[in-house]
């Protein structure tokens, strides 16, 4: 079992920044993968980063590459998501996912592979 809890979400003006905090417990992670997602009322949710624990190489949406920054602490066991230049639609649930890549493969975008979830984090960007 994995347990994930969020932190960090909050209110933020438009381009402005927001960091997000994923404590992660439970077992060893080196050969799991993490993500975060983001779910606005009435969308689907959508992959926004993910990198693999052990070799840190990391993975971002179109949309937020070059603004948002996906690492993780190994003493630490937590992921962050720097968020940067925040735009009112990224306004959203915000959750921590967890898999293991030996299962399904490498495939880091798709919420269905994630087994682990946590509670998701309010992010609400103002104008």
């Excluded at 809890?5 to 438009?14: H, I, K, N, W, Y």
């Excluded at 050969?31 to 993975?59: L, N």
């Amino acid at each position: 079992q994995v347990q994930l809890v969020e932190s960090g979400g909050g209110l933020a003006q438009a381009g402005g920044s927001l960091r997000l905090s994923c404590a992660v417990s439970g077992r060893t992670l080196s050969s799991y993968a993490m993500g975060w997602f983001r779910q606005a009322p009435g969308k689907e949710r959508e992959f926004v980063a993910g990198i693999a624990w052990s070799t840190g190489s990391a993975h971002y949406a179109d949309s937020v590459k070059g603004r948002f920054t996906i690492s993780r602490d190994n003493a630490k066991n937590t992921v962050t998501l720097q968020m940067n230049s925040l735009k009112r639609d990224e306004t959203a649930v915000y959750y921590c996912a967890a898999r293991d890549l030996r299962v399904y493969g490498s495939t880091l975008q798709t919420p269905a592979l994630y087994k682990y979830w946590g509670q998701g984090t309010q992010v609400t960007v103002s104008s």
